[in-house]
Structure formats: C-alpha cells, structure tokens
C-alpha cells in the first residue's frame, strides 16, 4: 500500500493535478498545494484513477455491494472504479444522485442500480462533509447500508475556521459520526514523504518547508 500511495502521489503530479504554489482553500486558508481531481480529465487519465481507487478499496479490507457517487465529480469516479472493480474480478453495481429530482420518466433523484446491502460512497476528497451526509441520508432512507468512503486525498487538516479550530479532520469528524471507516488512496503524511525523499526533483522540493509549516499549524491530530 506504501508504493501504491507513492504512486499515487506520483501519477497526480505528472497529470497536473496535484500543484504546488500559494492557493486559497475552501476554509480561507492560504495553502501551499492544492488537489482538483476534475483535472483527470482524460480517458487514460480516469482509468488510472480508477485503478487506484479499486485497488485500495480491495486492498482495505471492506466489505461492500455497491459503490454510490454523490454528484457530481462522485458520479464519474464511482463508475469508473466500478469498471476497474470488474476488470480485476469484482463486478459491482453503481448508482449516483442527481442535484434536482427527475418528475418524468421513472422520477426520483437516484439514477442507476437500485440502493440495497453494503454501499461505499466515493468522492474525491471531503472538505466540510456535506457530500457524505446527503449521501449517507439517501442510502440510509432506500434500507441500505453505508459502508465506507473512499476519496483519493486526505488533506488531513483540522476542520473549522481559524478562530474555532477543531481537533479532528473533516474525515475524522465523518468517520466518527457515523461510524464507519474513510479510506484514502493518499494523504498528506503520504506527500510530504513523497516531497522530502526528493522524487519530485528540485522544482518540488523547494515546497517542503511549506507544507511542513502548513501540516504544522493545521493538521489534525
């Protein structure tokens, strides 16, 4: 799983996904590198993210029937590590929400196979949990079960803003509310070992003191 998170973190930067600078977060925070997986925006790309997402889900150890995308990056994440699952010989049904209910047609919000057993829920990363809790609420009211949530990155930083810090993560506060497990393909600890072994080069390693400063005033404990 260590080389796998390396890769991980290697295939991010290669695509241009994972970038170093100055960025502003979502919490107003003046980050040192920034993650959009919208940037897998290529066939090749999306299926070696998908290779990734099934193999740590197989690799993590959690039983599960079905895989649910939460709109909108989830939808074409969970399909895709859906297809990746059957190529390696788990062949799981899929299902994603849409933003407004459909009033034509079969009707509903929930597109896809319907919700029933064990459901992990994958997303990209989660920011405030907003996305999880829906999602848990849809799964819980068709009788199914959530299981999991696989992202790609953990930034494991402590939720909250500045003046009112918690002491956990936005994936802690997930994991311990309803109680069932976050796996991430990767995670800061993951990128900051990736940066100070030297493998992005030069370029890359002159961000390692940022990133270090920036995990020491935010991360989770």
Do not use: C, W
């Amino acid at each position: 799983m260590s080389n796998l998170r390396q890769e991980f973190i290697q295939f991010s930067v290669e695509a241009g996904v994972l970038r170093f600078g100055e960025f502003v977060t979502k919490a107003g925070r003046l980050s040192p590198y920034f993650f959009n997986a919208g940037l897998f925006n290529d066939g090749a790309n999306l299926g070696r993210l998908a290779a990734f997402y099934a193999d740590t889900l197989i690799a993590s150890g959690v039983e599960f029937d079905m895989l649910f995308g939460p709109a909108y990056k989830g939808i074409t994440l969970a399909s895709a590590t859906a297809v990746a699952l059957a190529a390696r010989g788990r062949n799981v049904p899929f299902a994603y929400n849409r933003k407004e209910a459909k009033d034509h047609g079969e009707g509903g919000t929930i597109v896809g196979a319907k919700l029933e057993g064990r459901v992990v829920i994958i997303d990209d990363v989660i920011s405030a949990g907003t996305s999880v809790r829906e999602s848990v609420d849809m799964i819980r009211a068709a009788g199914a079960t959530p299981a999991a949530v696989l992202i790609a990155l953990d930034r494991m930083e402590r939720s909250g803003k500045d003046d009112a810090l918690s002491a956990h993560s936005a994936v802690q506060e997930v994991s311990n509310t309803y109680q069932m497990p976050v796996v991430s393909i990767a995670n800061l600890n993951d990128l900051f070992e990736y940066l100070n072994a030297g493998n992005g080069g030069a370029e890359l390693a002159q961000h390692k003191d940022a990133v270090a400063a920036y995990r020491q005033k935010y991360g989770a404990v």
